[in-house]
């Protein structure tokens, strides 16, 4: 019999297998829940968190979500629909989440996070949108 050697290996452009999409999706769940209970949990003082200003910590953990759920959706919504199901599904998600800060007495829910929340998601979900469109550029 004759093997051939090419055939069971996946090509980059192949859609991601069916077996790698519930972590796909773990992951996304493990994120949202750390960020659901980064946005409750008492104000934290340390070195850490006062490098880095506020804003840009809320812009690059909703920026990373919208970026994960892009991930996880494109192979079931394609590109495009998975790009505009990230930046809302991210940018509602930092809404709700800020809004969940009413529950803890130390924290204030804050208009200027939620924006940066979303302006995070909507930043990244522009650079998969350039990446992702140069990328399919470059292999015609």
């Known amino acids: 019999p004759v093997i051939d050697e090419h055939a069971n290996t996946a090509q980059p452009t192949d859609p991601p297998r069916r077996s790698i999409l519930p972590l796909r999706w773990a992951i996304n769940v493990g994120y949202a829940i750390l960020l659901v209970v980064m946005a409750v949990m008492p104000h934290i003082n340390s070195v850490a968190v006062s490098l880095v200003p506020d ?3 809320h812009a690059s953990a909703y ?16 590109g495009v629909g998975a790009l505009v199901a990230g930046i809302l599904g991210a940018g509602l ?4 989440t800020e809004a969940l800060q009413i529950l803890q007495p130390e924290r204030t829910v804050e208009l200027r996070d939620v924006i940066a929340n ?4 909507i930043v990244v979900g522009l650079s998969i949108a350039l990446v992702t ?8």
């Open 93 to 96: 998600f930092g809404a709700a």
């Open 133 to 140: 469109r140069s990328g399919s550029r470059r292999s015609r």
């Open 63 to 78: 920026g990373i979500q919208a970026g994960l759920l892009f991930w996880a959706l494109s192979p079931i919504l394609g």
């Open 55 to 57: 804003w840009l910590a």
């Open 118 to 121: 979303v302006v995070g998601a």
